[in-house]
Nanobody
Framework: QAQLVESGGGSVQPGGSLRLSCTTS????????VAWFRQIPGKEREEVLC????????YFENSAKGRFTISRDKAKNTVDLQMNGLKPDDTAVYYC???????????????????WGQGTQVTVSS
């Protein structure tokens, strides 16, 4: 059964950087629209950034602009989230998710992503 696995989370001081990776077993991420979401305890899950199957990037979280980027590493079959200038407000569990293979565009709705990873914790504190 296909799975998504996130890695790269951890604890970092404000201003620091982390690189999260999303990988799969069983299919090639190159052909899928992939998004990164995050959930802060007590708050609703929010979409941060997405890359379409055509490699178009779309930001859904304004605070991520200028600090976070999303990219594919085709050799490793991953979609990575590079996070720079981290702030305490970025503390959350980060999830990657994919849309069905025939959906070529990013969506603002989490319900339109049908495969999710288990999440990786990111903690930003001094």
């Amino acid at each position: 059964q296909a799975q998504l696995v996130e890695s790269g989370g951890g604890s970092v001081q404000p201003g620091g950087s982390l690189r999260l990776s999303c990988t799969t077993s069983g299919f090639n991420l190159d052909y899928y629209t992939v998004a990164w979401f995050r959930q802060i305890p007590g708050k609703e899950r929010e979409e941060v950034l997405c890359i379409s199957s055509g490699d178009v990037t779309q930001y859904f979280e304004n605070s991520a602009k200028g600090r976070f980027t999303i990219s594919r590493d085709k050799a490793k079959n991953t979609v990575d989230l590079q996070m720079n200038g981290l702030k305490p407000d970025d503390t959350a569990v980060y999830y990657c998710a994919t849309r069905p293979p025939y959906e070529y565009y990013c969506s603002a709705y989490g319900s339109e992503y049908d495969l999710w990873g288990q999440g990786t914790q990111v903690t930003v504190s001094s």
